[in-house]
């Protein structure tokens, strides 16, 4: 059957749990969107691409796939302490196939609803399936948390566990035929990250500089001490490794997709010494590990120990190009 | 030779005249890009897609896909009132192709440096080459030019002169060995659109509905009429048509162009009879052309003469699905 674009808009992008969020004065269906900051308010953005085949396998669930692309926008929120309140889709799918975009709709609502957001705009093209999702958040003035406030002497944390999500990732490129429930919770992490917005928002008064991991541990602290012109020593028997992560694969095998495999969407950052009991007093009840896993330092680059011993990545994983 | 992503985006997109706007307190470099409105000030935000094959010939100038892209967009704004200040981009790409990222930045840089836009952020992605522009405007609380606010009596207004674009996407598809200047005319009205910014932002007290032309006049007007819950009559013979379409085609032929074919980004607007001497003397220092077309009825449903003849659209020209 074939829709025309505001009946596909109408059908699938309008529901109630896509309409959630405040401020919007006019939502889609004029030339532009309306929408309204309170007082005191700065707005912060971020936009994110996934591609078919490229970000994720092109037999992927198209909820999954929402879900996802959605997840991975508002952890850049979550990094920067914002709260979401809007985003806008762009659209470029080879035709109009209705239960994929049922699903890929049901992916993007149930993010949405959660965390209170409207979808308030976006362009629907046809071509190449490929997503582009841009989140808005607020956030008040002055207390983003940026890249570039680290210091030497800062403690840096992680939360959650690294490494799940490129280990889902391969086994999403090479699904077994049968999945064990290792299998079942890695691919869950790959395709079901969970942005700690909560978290971002409750570290605004004790972290001196956030990143959100998604190119990989290594590459997202030398963004933190790059824009802070500051070096790190990692410990790195401290980073924080799932047990199915462990069941499937050697330690050192782990450890190496904890460094250097992406999209985890776990926070990275650093906390002065001075304020890391508040710290972690107040995020406890998110019920989400936090663990320390190296110090800042004056002397720049990054220096790794691994049960005492310095350790250096293999030379392939130093470095990815575009 | 192989860049990394932060090179390419070092090296294409961050130039002086991609950072020309206001309001910018963290630009592209960290996890999203932190934007101040100032007290009494809405947003506005619009988001266009463009796919190779799709919105512009495979062989396009790098150069004018980038001033195309953001000319539509930017044409968005236009048609709210409201003034450009930051974009994003989300920018998909086969290979890193040097010449062509230079030619596709400046032909952003162009428009961005003309209308003090800066760049804020975005996504570099492999794929399939789309390109996506999400436009950010500023704009008083209350005064953006809507869809919904004609109203029966109200003059209908078009600016510039239309179908011209539809042409020139006609010789960009299949083009002459030897350009004629009536030729490169109708080419530079397709790849280089004049985005009508100040005229919306002169129209903010005078306008009672307008909207950009993008999907030609008809189509584009119905928006208007449905969002207003009126009706129109229109007299095609008022219908602006450059004198490069009329060396080129039949008139009724050009007329149908202007009619169904669409991305003139010229703007359509109403205005009440009281409004429109006002609106005509401050709208003249622009040295547009403006013209009156037709009437906003009560009676819904858009009725057409020619000449003074009942005029309707060729059935197979009549609806256009996604």
Redesign the interface.
Known sequence: M????FD?IHRFFQSESLQCGQGV??GI?????????R?GE??????????????FPVDAAAEDIGYRLLAANLS??A??G?EPVWF???L?IPS?NESWLEGFSRGLAQLAGEFHLSL?????????L?L?V?V??R?P?GQ?L???GAYAGDHIYVSGSLGDSAAGLALALNPPSLLSATDSYLLERFYRPTPRVEMGRLLRPYASA???ISDGLLGDLQHILQ?SHMGAELELQHVPLSEPLLATMPRQDALLKALTGGEDFELCFTVNPADEANMLRELQRLQVPLTRIGTITHRTGLRMALDGEEFSLPAHLG????
Chains 1, 2 share one sequence.
């Open positions: 074939a829709l025309s674009e596909l004065i006019l269906g004029d030339d532009c969107a309306l929408l309204n900051l007082p700065q707005l912060a953005v971020s936009m994110d691409t996934m591609v078919s085949g490229v970000h850049d929120l990094a920067m914002a806008t889709l762009a470029t109009v308030v705009g976006g362009d629907t093209t046809r071509g190449p490929t582009t841009q808005h958040g956030i003035v983003a940026r890249r570039d956030v990143i959100d824009r470095f990815q190009h575009f």
